[in-house]
DNA sequence: CGAGCTGTTGACATTGCTCAAATTTCGTGG
DNA sequence: CCACGAAATTTGAGCAATGTCAACAGCTCG
């Protein structure tokens, strides 16, 4: 299975970014062709295995990563053990630019993950020497800020129906394969669905009964939900 | 009205950065004294009073201000009028940067406020010719980001209680006066506080009145607080 | 087959919300 | 400086949405 091939990889420590599959959607995609090489020299790649931390809040920030496959989860923790889901990233997305020398969140594997990891001191020359790098990296963070406020939104002033509502069609949105797809893929558990939207998983569970009762989606099995019609699912999700 | 004091001031269009109060806590910071002129060339001053709308969520994104003295206010709304506030601007802080050509939020003066204005486009040149302002932008949106987060746990996962002692703590270390200073003043009304936090203003008020019954707290006036013991609060506000 | 997850459902508890009214604060004009 | 009306804040009473605790069902893995 996958263990092997993964390992295969692994050995092989500096990728060659002229064959990277997510090249184009990662913060890769600002550097000139001509400059692969710079950019391979930097790069090793890494597996991770379902549940795996990847790094926790507080860790020495030493290397950042761009996701080549697989997802991940952002969280943070309370003392108490609470937890926060910040957010889900997925291929192409890159993560562990920090202000500080500590990351400021946790990270762990939801799924099998291949990641290409690279020094952040690597990663501040390139920054210097390839300006639309930092370009680019500003532009994502833009994003990311634009997402935490619409997630702010959610968490603070939602209702639990609106808002697994509205993670669904963030999920559908975002899910690149939208052919005539009707199916969402839902890679995470309750658990974490319930701590990406502040509520419990019993809440979460419920939830999804009611809106399964409503006719707004169907639950081909638990992992996966099927839009019956994407119209009122959307306004019922509001805040779009 | 305002209306009027606005052109009287605004007039004076192009404003001094070598005598900028802020200069040095704003982007600015990062444009080399020498290159002040190119500064000044692009930036015009504007005076807001309180409640006033600086922007729309949803406007054409034309102008990024930074902020040379008062408060302001961001926020999201939902279709029905739920507000959430996903933060608060003050002196030296920076604002209007969009991914999409739309302001993703909207900005209201909390207090008088004076806002150094410079079209967006001005400023995507000034990123491109002095390279070291897009370093300054990134670093900031990485603390945006950060604080984000940070609200993101509060409010999915904190008690009402939690919350505001976490807000009083966050604007106390905040607060650049830190002399022998205990008293904290709370420039906005229940109310932002309320859609700060994911609460009601009854919730909020009626925690006030809890902490203060506890001794957590004083109420010197509805927007003054002391603290007696700022251990004891810090502990109560887990999450630092 | 049994242990251990993950998810669902039920019964009940609780936090925070809603509606309503009293009180205080604040801005304005006299 | 004072009075008045509007707005902000506080307080009370009841309620609803969501959380807690517990039981159970379905699956996976050894």
Do not use: W
Not at 16 to 35: P, S
């Amino acid at each position: 299975m996958t263990e092997g091939q993964n390992q295969g990889r692994a050995a092989k420590l500096h990728h060659n970014c002229d064959q990277c599959d997510v090249r184009h959607k990662a913060m890769c995609a600002a550097v000139d062709v001509k400059d692969n090489d710079r950019l391979s020299a930097i790069v090793s790649h890494r597996d991770i295995s379902p549940g795996q931390v990847i790094f926790e809040e507080g860790d020495p920030a030493e290397y950042a990563y761009n996701i080549s496959s697989g997802e991940i989860r952002l969280y943070k923790l309370l003392p108490d053990g609470r937890r926060q889901i910040t957010g889900f990233l997925g291929e192409g997305d890159f993560l562990g630019l920090v202000s500080d020398d500590a990351y400021a969140y946790g990270a762990e594997a939801m799924t099998q993950v291949e990641l290409c990891s690279m020094r952040l001191i690597n990663l501040e020359r390139l920054l210097v020497d390839i300006p639309p790098v930092r370009e680019k990296l500003l532009d994502m963070s833009r994003d990311e800020l634009a997402a935490a406020q619409e997630q702010m939104l959610l968490l603070g002033r939602k209702t639990a129906r609106e808002k697994l509502l509205s993670f669904l069609m963030q999920r559908y949105d975002r899910a690149d394969s939208r052919p005539t797809e009707k199916n969402l893929h839902l890679p995470m558990t309750r658990t974490d669905i319930a701590d990406y939207l502040g509520l419990t998983i019993e809440t979460v569970s419920r939830t999804f009964t009611a809106l399964r009762e409503e006719g707004l989606i169907e639950l081909i099995d638990t992992h996966t939900v099927q839009f019956p019609d994407l119209e009122s699912v959307r306004d019922a999700a509001d805040a779009f």
